[in-house]
């Protein structure tokens, strides 16, 4: 019952690509184990079954899989996950297998808890590599940090405890797996290649590389005063600081009397929000009749229903009757003071999804700014703080699509804390909470959590709780629920985002082991994501079915994660551009993983810019909500910048044309922000003319920035709408990019693929940096130089 997909590169074959015919070969005639992977529900529920298949040996489950399948992704500590293994412990036991764990690497409690409770004896080792770096007996730190591994030295090799057989050219280690041991050192004749290779790069280049560091993961708060003097932070994931950072870089370099000035355009810019003077009471004719507010309900509902929990169904709407049926009132009645700052936010959302702006002001501003004179003070707050936790999320992702992102932090972070006060993080008891109540809890709960987590992103601020602090489990509406359905993958999502917040944007500023190892990790995790986001919410783009908004939602979020996790490398690339122009150096080739790692991520942005293109056919793009906007303007970013990147193959710059094309759409149906990211965008490439100038003077002209910069106008746009015909939208992206699911391309296979090609070059020391060039013509030290042609699931080698 089983669905496993197999790669071609495994250790036994010295992770060389190899057919697949001849792994099966190969695998019987040598008498392999039979491991099976338990990862489903369906499985747990037939687990008995499985363990009494004759010539089964191991059951290994896949610890992140499952627990998605549960329903608790990652919640390892819960009892439906806990459960699940006692139950496979106990048919392992029955039937005399083996029973293993994967994904816990970072789990002493339930490693040693599985270990001796449960049984388990295999363990799936991917700390491996790090533990291999660690001083030998004898060895000093910094010899052994820097010990290359032999190819079959792998980091996901497999170990049986006990007296069981070892896995071939891994050391014969013992229980607990957390032992202070290592592999066997390389041979110095291998030590010795390295310093060869690494000798070739030249003296002057390697003291630049020495002090190559990652600009967006410093322990520093970088900061700018706006025109009123007011300081900016420029946070490490922040889209807008991002932008920022990069345009100044090259503004610094370019010393051009011609170079346009960085626009700034911080956040509240758009909208003047009058939080001075007081409005006062609203007027009767700005109170909706019930037949509208009953339409702006379902608008917010639709548009915002399917991924967020903004207002209990019942509660909202017997309130509404309730107050249509009093005569309806321009004030709260009594009583009802909470519930009126609601309806007037709900109103108010309502009105800015259905009409954008008015004048020059959003949609429902008049309701809004009265629900927020109207918000009470912390203690009537907690009168009803289950309402109000709904009332802040509201406000917040109101205030954030205006593109007031503080105030929007602000009050996501008082939901947060109010949250936590009540306990929503944990599985709340009690004799007088219904059933009806713990749903609602609970996706109040996961609603600020998403929130958060997407709000921390776009400030650059780190997350306010950790995800082994929350223990409450998400809301069960129905097996087939679109909502749960729905919510367990935005959760996963929101996971992985702070796991990329965490790891590539955190405090170590090194750009070398660190990043690499951190980058494999976010690789591995969104493998685990791409089968059920294609299972559950596939977004295709060959007509064959409804356009999905929720489905293109999440696939834009999981392609915003890869984007997310990438730009650092690309700044990194952009300034070491900077620096051999400045010294009048040759730009050295990409080395392979790199280069396979820019390719992820430029099909990530053109895929990203196809779903949002998708949406404007189907009048689904989103003119008001950020996320869409957001999308388009880093995408468009980051394929700008690999343009300009010398030996960078990913120069396929047609696409920024359709972030144009969406940019105008979102301005034409009164988006304010989408003007100022349109002008960044526009500046940019103007940047980018100036530097393509510089450089064609001194390396051959590979970019296409003539025809980037001839186009990055409103003219461009304009071109694009004219000669864009809604049939052949399929036929408008590149021919290597002719896939019908927004994650074909990017499947589980691919990221693993990928994160094994990055952990071939990651056994290097801290300094080490040489591991983003390779010289030209100078063989892999494996053996041979990686060709990154085509991506498909498997890597070519030859």
């Known amino acids: 019952m089983g669905r496993r997909s197999m790669t071609g590169q495994l250790p036994a074959f010295g992770l060389n690509t190899t057919p697949i015919s001849k792994i099966i070969e190969e695998t019987n005639a040598t008498g392999s184990s039979v491991v099976l992977m338990i990862e489903t529900r369906e499985s747990i529920d037939n687990i008995d079954e499985i363990a009494a298949v004759p010539g089964v040996e191991v059951l290994l489950v896949g610890s992140n899989d499952l627990s998605i399948e549960l329903e608790v992704p990652g919640e390892f500590k819960s009892a439906e996950f806990r459960g699940a293994l006692e139950a496979i412990s106990k048919a392992c036991k029955k039937h005399g297998r083996v029973m293993g764990l994967a994904g816990i690497y970072e789990n002493p409690e339930l490693q040693n808890w599985a270990i001796q409770e449960l049984g388990v004896g295999y363990i799936y080792l991917t700390e491996l590599k790090r533990r291999s770096i660690v001083s ?55 030590a010795e290649a390295v310093n060869g290779e690494a000798a070739l790069s030249g003296g002057p280049r390697r003291e630049s590389l020495m002090t190559m560091h990652n600009a967006l993961a410093s322990g520093q708060s970088e900061v700018l005063r706006d025109v009123n003097g007011r300081r900016r932070f420029l946070g490490p994931s922040s889209t807008w600081a991002y932008s920022r950072q990069v345009m100044r870089l090259i503004k610094d370099h370019l010393k051009h009397s011609e170079s346009p000035e960085v ?71 009594p009583g009802g003071h909470l519930w009126f700052v609601h309806f007037l936010l709900i109103m108010g959302f309502g009105q800015a999804l259905l009409s954008g702006s008015m004048g020059n002001r959003p949609g429902g501003f008049e309701l809004i700014s009265r629900a927020i004179e109207l918000l009470p003070n912390s203690f009537g707050l907690y ?25 929007a932090f602000l009050y996501i972070g008082q939901a947060m804390r109010m949250a936590l006060s009540q306990g929503l993080h944990r599985e709340l008891v009690g004799d007088d909470l219904t059933e009806e109540d713990a749903k609602r809890h609970r996706a109040v709960w996961w609603t600020i959590y998403i929130l958060d987590r997407r709000f921390s992103s776009l400030m650059g601020a780190p997350n306010m709780i950790h995800d082994e602090d929350i223990m409450v489990s998400l809301p069960d509406f129905g097996h087939n629920s679109i909502f749960s359905k729905s919510l367990t993958l935005h959760v996963a999502l929101s996971r992985l985002l702070a796991n990329v917040l965490e790891n590539v944007y955190g405090k170590n500023g090194e750009l070398g082991l660190s990043f690499l190892e951190n980058t494999q990790e976010v690789l591995r995790n ?35 994660c890869i984007v997310l996790a990438t730009r650092p490398l690309l700044m990194c690339l952009i300034r070491e551009m900077l620096e051999n122009i400045s010294a009048k150096r040759e730009h050295r080739q990409l080395a392979a993983p790199i280069k396979a790692l820019l390719k992820t991520s430029q099909e990530s942005a053109t895929k990203s810019l196809r779903i949002l293109l998708s949406l404007q056919t189907q009048h689904l793009l989103e003119s008001f909500l950020p996320f ?65 100038v510089e450089l064609s003077a001194t390396t051959p002209v590979e970019s296409q920035l003539g025809y980037l910069t001839a186009t990055a106008t409103t003219n461009a746009a304009e071109h694009f709408a004219q000669n864009f015909d809604q049939t052949k939208q399929a036929s408008h992206l590149p021919p290597h990019l002719e896939e019908t699911s927004a994650v074909s391309g990017l499947s589980p296979n691919q990221m693993l693929g990928l994160a094994e090609l990055l952990d071939q070059d990651t056994a290097i020391s801290q300094e080490d940096l040489h591991w983003l060039w390779t010289s030209s013509g100078v063989a892999d030290r494996q053996g041979a130089m990686y060709h990154v042609g085509e991506v498909t699931d498997t890597w070519a080698t030859g």
């Not at 037949?291 to 229903?305: I, K, Q, S, W």
């Not at 309730?322 to 005569?327: K, L, S, V």
């Not at 299972?535 to 356009?547: L, Q, V």
Request: proline content about 8%; charged content about 25%; aromatic content about 10%.
């Open 136 to 190: 030998r007996d004898g060895d000093s730190p910094k010899a052994a940090k820097r010990r290359r591994r032999q190819p079959s030295d792998n980091t996901n090799s497999l170990r049986l405890s006990g007296n069981s057989p070892q896995r071939a050219g891994t050391p014969d280690e013992t229980w607990p797996p957390f032992a202070n041991r290592i592999p066997a050192a390389v041979p110095a004749a291998n």
């Open 263 to 333: 626009p700034l355009n911080p956040d509240g810019r758009s909208v003047e929000w009058p939080s001075v003077r007081a409005r006062g009471p609203l007027n009767m004719d700005q109170i909706p009749s019930l037949d509208y507010a009953m339409y702006l309900t379902n608008t917010v509902r639709f548009h915002l229903g399917q991924l967020y929990h903004l207002f209990h169904e019942k509660t909202f709407m017997d309130g509404l009757y309730e107050f249509y049926d009093r005569g309806p009132q321009a004030e709260p009645l």
């Open 383 to 407: 009168q009803d703080p289950i309402l109000s936790i709904e009332i802040l999320c509201c406000l917040a992702l109101y205030l954030q699509s205006i593109d007031h992102r503080n105030s």
């Open 526 to 560: 969104l493998a685990g994501l791409a089968s059920d986001l294609e299972e559950s919410f596939e977004f295709r783009f060959d007509r064959s079915g409804p356009t999905s908004r929720v489905a293109a939602t999440l696939n834009l979020y999981y392609h915003q």
């Open 628 to 692: 869409d906007l957001d999308s388009t303007f880093s995408s468009a970013f980051i394929l700008a910048l690999m343009a300009i990147i010398p030996h960078c193959p990913f120069k396929d710059v047609t696409e920024i044309d359709t972030s144009f094309y969406l940019l105008n759409q979102m301005i034409a149906r009164g988006s304010f922000i989408a003007e100022f990211r349109k002008d960044e965008l526009e500046r940019l490439l103007e940047f980018l003319r100036l530097l393509n």
